[in-house]
């Protein structure tokens, strides 16, 4: 007897209607996906409902292989290429049997060529093609070398129409795999929207490494005698000194995808290590700048008084928050909702990440002693009705930017602190008089980052009352909460996770602050004063988001901290 197919039973269990699984067979046809892929990638069903059924039709067990905690011992006997081949992962092993997960367990060719490879029994499971590929990407690395060989023609036709500022002829005939593989790393980059590349030597391994909403995961593990060549290629794209390896390097290089019609700018630099350079690459993707305010993640009243803020004509605004927290972005909004005609904007920035046209945008040289202090002196001569300074990093940066901003001019930076109150306090420490941050500061906006949940794999979640009282949630609010967690898909690399929202804390110079700050007060008084105010500190700003389902717990206590400083 024939096992019934996929479709009919999900209509016969009233999963899908036959509309939905015309239209899932028709995707199906043109991506050449299995049908529980197309399925699941058009929203009709989650990932378990299609394990499910996929067990009735072979009747063998299921196994969601991307939560499963797979023996990584069972890895070498089948290789990655074989695997997303056929769509198959060994998943355990008991003696001379090896587990192993298959999308479709019904093809017995297949079978038979894992028994003839391993020399083992196999004991066949199911799982889904998306969970495999999942997992796939979890336990052997998400670019592996033979996924960027030049054998293989349809990486190789997007890595051909990639194009440089330098060309390939710089690098020798016999060093062209590395040229293929630095290129393929760079385009998965692209497509995975990383934000940062890193290659990294080690004693017994090389590896590549994404940094993806965040997180940083391995993407490669290529030879380790490859390091060298590989650091050489980029460092030849980057326009830098290849026969330097004892200093630290920056550069810069631009690459155009023709096929899909794509720029990228990516800001290079080297840190010579114990077992050779390592090299971390940041992608500057002028297309993904959001300079729409609205679209920052700020709540309503707070944009408000952000516009409110940085619209006065002297004064200034301080950005805080560690690297990484979105600060460089939420500038780059406020000086676009500033730049018109009859303004003079000058920036003074290390580096210039983007470029913003109708701006005058200038890079920090210290070859030349060009430093934040040196150009705000001459932005000072220019004429200037705003200067951005890219960050406040001692006493003499300082002290220019206060003056410039108490002498009719906005200045907008940022300084590295913990929370908006944090700020006041490091800027006495650096010897800034109180009863000039008190005159000159017009709002300190504190800011971080935390993760989206995907959309594509969103799924309710339940939590206890008092795991939402220890977040420093009312009683009387938890109704209002609704609670979401990706489970984990194609779109999010498995974390749920897809993109990011920024969650801030804004701190006006008002009158009780102000006499606060002249009575030196400490971070924690500052704070207290923002609550009894009514301010919104980075949890409460948190809490919001995870209210709307945008983010989760784990992000909102990474990301924040209690708003009474536990």
Not at 167 to 182: G, H, L
Request: one cysteine or more; glycine letters at 6%.
């Amino acid at each position: 007897m024939l096992p019934q197919k996929l479709g009919e039973i999900l209509t016969k269990q009233g999963l899908i209607r036959p509309d939905q699984l015309q239209q899932a067979l028709q995707e199906s046809n043109r991506t050449k996906h299995k049908l529980g892929t197309s399925i699941i990638s058009l929203g009709f069903l989650k990932d378990n409902q299609i394990l499910r059924a996929l067990e009735k039709q072979f009747s063998v067990p299921g196994v969601d292989v991307s939560q499963f905690e797979i023996d990584k011992s069972v890895l070498s006997f089948v290789g990655r290429e074989f695997c997303e081949k056929h769509s198959v992962i060994p998943i355990s092993k008991a003696g001379m049997t090896l587990v192993v997960a298959f999308s479709d367990p019904g093809n017995l060719q297949t079978r038979d060529d894992l028994r003839f490879i391993t020399k083992h029994k196999i004991q066949p499971v199911v799982s889904t093609d998306h969970s495999i590929g999942l997992a796939i990407e979890k336990y052997y690395g998400a670019l592996s070398q033979s996924q960027i060989d030049i054998t293989k023609s349809s990486q190789e036709e997007e890595v051909e129409n990639i194009q440089t500022t330098v060309d390939v002829e710089d690098v020798n005939s016999s060093d062209e795999p590395i040229v293929k593989f630095v290129n393929g790393v760079l385009v998965e980059a692209i497509r995975r929207k990383a934000s940062d590349i890193h290659f990294e030597p080690y004693e017994k391994k090389f590896r590549v490494r994404f940094r993806i909403d965040g997180n940083l995961m391995e993407a490669a593990s290529p030879p380790i005698s490859s390091g060298p060549a590989i650091s050489a290629r980029i460092k030849i794209m980057s326009k830098m000194d290849i026969a330097e390896k004892r200093r630290p390097q920056d550069g810069r290089l631009k690459i155009r995808l023709s096929k899909v019609k794509k720029e990228m700018d990516f800001r290079v630099n080297t840190v010579p290590t114990m077992w050779g350079e390592k090299v971390v690459m940041r992608l500057l993707d002028q297309s993904s700048l959001q300079l729409d305010m609205t679209k920052l993640g700020f709540e309503e009243d707070d944009l408000r008084l952000f516009k409110e803020k940085i619209a006065m004509p002297q004064g200034m605004i301080l950005i805080t928050g560690p690297t990484g927290s979105g600060k460089t972005v939420t500038i780059y909004s406020a000086l676009s909702e500033l730049n018109k005609m009859d303004v003079n904007i000058s920036t003074a920035e290390d580096p210039i990440e983007f470029n913003l046209e109708g701006i005058n945008q200038v890079q920090m040289n210290k070859d030349i002693d060009l430093n934040f202090a040196e150009a705000l002196r001459a932005f000072l001569r220019q004429d200037p009705d705003i200067i951005m300074v890219g960050e406040i990093r001692d006493l003499e940066t300082a002290e220019i930017s206060f003056k410039a901003a108490s002498t009719g001019h906005l200045v907008v930076s940022t300084l590295h602190t913990n929370d908006a109150p944090s700020t006041v306090v490091r800027l006495t420490e650096m010897g800034i008089a109180p009863y000039l941050i008190t005159s000159t500061i017009n709002l300190v906006v504190a800011q971080r980052l935390v993760g989206r949940v995907c959309e594509s794999c969103k799924e309710p979640v339940n939590v206890p009352e008092s795991t939402l009282i220890n977040l420093g949630v009312a009683k009387a609010e938890i109704p209002k909460y609704k609670l979401f967690k990706g489970a984990g898909c194609n779109n999010c690399n498995g974390t749920g996770i897809r993109g990011r929202l920024a969650i801030f804390e804004l701190m006006p110079m008002t009158e009780k602050i102000k006499e606060l700050v002249l009575n030196n007060a400490s971070a924690a008084e500052l704070r207290n004063a923002c609550r009894e105010l009514g301010l919104k500190t980075l949890r409460r700003s948190a809490l919001l988001k995870l209210a709307r389902g945008q983010t989760t717990i784990e992000e909102v206590l990474n990301a924040s901290v209690r708003d009474d400083g536990q």
